[in-house]
């Protein structure tokens, strides 16, 4: 099973911008899908981006347009560009991966089977 460990969060004003990255070791995760999550406290854990072994995307469409997903399979991270952040935003973040997982699934949370401890970003206004 793949580790996966997250870093980049952190406290910015809203129109800021943030870096995720996760890196994953324990497997060849260029035969993984991989995403990222978000979740706040007491609510349900939604998808944000995410991205399949051959480079499609998908996109939460309140992020489409400001997040940019990148993978780096050599070096086993996942990047999440996150430009013109907004209040809404803040959460703790979280990677994911699984070797399984569809194109029109990626943003599933109940598909992954490795997650990270994650980290948090937080937006104010």
């Known amino acids: 099973q793949v580790q996966l460990v997250e870093s980049g969060g952190g406290s910015v004003q809203a129109g800021g911008s943030l870096r995720l990255s996760c890196q994953a070791s324990g497997a060849d995760v260029s035969s993984y899908s991989m995403a990222w999550f978000r979740q706040v406290r007491g609510t349900q854990r939604e998808g944000v981006a995410g991205?399949?072994?051959?480079?499609?995307?998908r996109y939460r469409y309140t992020v489409q347009g400001r997040f940019t997903l990148s993978r780096d399979n050599d070096k086993k991270i996942l990047f999440l560009e996150m430009n013109d952040l907004k209040p809404e935003d803040t959460a703790m973040y979280y990677c994911?991966?699984?070797?399984?997982?569809?194109?029109?699934?990626?943003?599933?949370?109940?598909?992954?089977?490795?997650w990270g401890q994650g980290t948090q970003v937080t937006v104010s206004s």
């Open positions: 991205v399949n072994v051959r480079g499609d995307t």
């Open positions: 994911a991966a699984d070797p399984r997982v569809l194109l029109n699934s990626l943003l599933a949370p109940d598909q992954y089977d490795s």
